[in-house]
């Protein structure tokens, strides 16, 4: 029998490929030994024995016919509906036969439940649309061993070339991407709360690539009771710079004694010394009017108060239906970025999931054993397969990390960017897998998790 795919995720409209539910016709010649007045009765049977377990779906989730028995229409066919559930990966056959006569029945083609979702590319620079493109086949690829099916919409050019990306979030006191303010600024135009021009939404996640992206964030420090006009402070973080911009690191710097107000002293902080994971930020008050001669006084002292602009490197984030990477990164390691991100927004990975027993009634939930969120490295939920407990540093209050355990891949899910992560970047066949083929994908879900929210 030919095998059908079924997008049981997307709205029906007018074609009978998309939806949980499909009508079926059947001449009254198709059905053996029908006759005029006979009732024909339907029933819907598993495809292969993959199917989801139905634990984990909901009586009303579960495979089956809308009536039981039929009579002939005036339309000269026998007509029913099989309702599908919203899983990918299952395969249904539906049989009819003359009512008590079923081992003379007829079946259906194979129909095979498909969740689709599709995805429009901006890319910052040609460098970043060959290196997405290289990587494209994996990308689509890692999801359909989830039944979901990727479909690209457009691939648009940024509005601006550039080396590197501030993907700043701006929280304060609105929500703003100030990177998505448009032209003349902006890298990219794509409207927040929906008022863009994104189609098939909320199944729409919109995907900027970029040769390197950065968020930052402020760091405020105020100082009281000093004397010394000359110092330094470290700070365990680099600090923000731009070559066009000699005070982008600091958005103030100020100090005050009794008597005086509050004075700009931006320009005694000096640019400061980054490496890697630290900051040194000096300042040399001495010119500052008024201060030495305050300070002449033993007693004496003066406040002041400066906020520093954090530099954050970062491989990427996911935000509602919007995903941003960079293409810094190896191929392994971006592609991971990729379907770690989508995944995230596809509810990827659960901590638990509600079953239901033969009847329908609820059973307690069943925990995921491999979930684990940022206590034990990274943040929100992420899946340690393959991964092994150890040390952490400084600031896990668990006090252990999840790292490589030094056998098998990990999955696409693992907490952070690490070269033992599934090459094509794929989901982890014993845990994180089956539950992609189970995630509800229809509108009210996806419109839970805000698909609709860019463009």
Not at 111 to 129: A, D, M, Q
Not at 286 to 296: E, K, Q, R
Not at 327 to 335: I, N, R, Y
Not at 414 to 420: F, I, L, V
């Amino acid at each position: 029998m030919a095998i059908i795919k079924q997008y049981v995720n997307l709205p029906s409209g007018v074609t009978n490929i998309h939806g949980t539910t499909r009508t079926l016709k059947l001449r009254p010649n198709n059905i053996p030994n029908v006759g005029n007045g006979d009732r024909v009765e339907w029933w819907v049977e598993p495809g292969w024995a993959t199917n989801t377990d139905e634990i984990y779906l909901s009586q009303a989730q579960r495979a089956r016919v809308r009536n039981a028995e039929t009579v002939i229409q005036p339309s000269g066919f026998f007509e029913n509906e099989v309702i599908f559930p919203h899983v990918g990966g299952d395969r249904w056959v539906v049989k009819a036969a003359k009512k008590g006569d079923r081992a003379n029945s007829v079946s259906t083609d194979i129909f095979e439940t498909w969740r689709k979702i599709y995805y429009t590319v901006f890319y910052v620079g040609n460098n970043s649309l060959n290196f997405f493109n290289a990587l494209e086949n994996d990308f689509q690829d890692a999801f359909k061993l989830g039944y979901v099916e990727l479909e690209n919409t457009t691939k648009t050019a940024a509005l601006t070339v550039v080396a590197k990306v501030d993907g700043t979030i701006v929280r304060n006191p609105g929500l703003s991407f100030p990177f998505m303010a448009g032209a003349p600024n902006g890298v990219i135009d794509l409207a927040p709360s929906g008022a863009g021009t994104l189609t098939n939404k909320p199944y729409n996640v919109a995907i900027l690539v970029a040769p390197d992206i950065y968020k930052t964030s402020q760091v405020a420090r105020q100082e009281l009771g000093r004397r010394a006009v000359v110092g330094s402070t470290v700070y365990h973080h680099p600090m923000f710079t731009d070559p066009g911009n000699a005070t982008a690191w600091i958005s103030q710097g100020q100090v005050r004694w009794p008597g005086k107000p509050w004075t700009n002293v931006i320009p005694q902080f000096s640019l400061p010394t980054n490496t890697r994971h630290n900051s040194v930020v000096r300042w040399d008050f001495s010119t500052v009017p008024g201060l030495t001669n305050h300070l002449a006084t033993a007693a004496n002292t003066y406040e002041m108060r400066y906020t520093v602009v954090r530099l954050h490197p970062i491989m990427g984030y996911s935000f509602c239906n919007f995903c941003l990477v960079r293409t810094k990164d190896g191929l392994t390691e971006v592609l991971q970025t990729f379907t770690h991100e989508v995944g995230h927004g596809l509810n990827q990975a659960v901590e638990k999931e509600p079953r239901w027993d033969t009847n329908g009634a609820s059973l307690c939930d069943e925990h995921n054993p491999r979930w684990h969120t940022d206590v034990y490295g990274g943040r929100g939920p992420h899946c340690h397969t393959n991964a092994v407990l150890g040390a952490a540093p400084p600031g896990l209050t668990s006090g252990q990390r999840y790292r490589y355990g030094g056998a098998g891949n990990l999955c696409t899910m693992y907490w952070s960017g690490e070269s033992h992560v599934d090459p094509k970047g794929k989901f982890c066949p014993s845990h994180c897998e089956p539950r992609l083929k189970r995630v509800k994908l229809d509108t009210a879900s996806m419109n839970a998790k805000f698909w609709n929210y860019f463009g």
